[in-house]
């Protein structure tokens, strides 16, 4: 079964920085493109960014220049750096990986607040 555990979401300060990582584990199938999410109290869940399997990143308008997706292919694993934090970032933030065959499988989410 495809576990998703995602870490390092927490409470920093406007300006800081955070890195969230995602493992992905339990499929004998390599992830194809793999994403971040995020969701606010009482908004839609929109599109942070997304990485494709060859490493190409794409990103939401709201975060260019400010965050980076990663992925490290031999641990199923992928990262999102979050620099120049804002409030307006404070979210829940979910990993999203799109087997092929299995489909698009979500991580519980991890929490990232922002304190002005």
């Known amino acids: 079964q495809v576990q998703l555990v995602e870490s390092g979401g927490g409470l920093v300060q406007a300006g800081g920085s955070l890195r969230l990582s995602c493992a992905a584990s339990?499929?004998?199938?390599?992830?194809?493109?793999m994403a971040w999410y995020r969701q606010a109290p009482g908004k839609q869940r929109e599109l942070v960014a997304t990485?494709?399997?060859?490493?190409?990143?794409n990103y939401g308008d709201s975060v260019k220049g400010r965050f980076t997706i990663s992925r490290d292919n031999a641990k199923n694993t992928v990262y999102l750096q979050m620099n120049s934090l804002k409030p307006e970032d404070t979210a829940v933030y979910y990993c999203?990986?799109?087997?092929?065959?299995?489909?698009?499988?979500w991580g519980q989410g991890t929490q990232v607040t922002v304190s002005s």
């Open positions: 999203n990986v799109v087997y092929p065959i299995y489909g698009s499988r």
């Open positions: 339990g499929s004998i199938l390599s992830p194809n493109a």
């Open positions: 990485i494709t399997s060859a490493g190409s990143p």
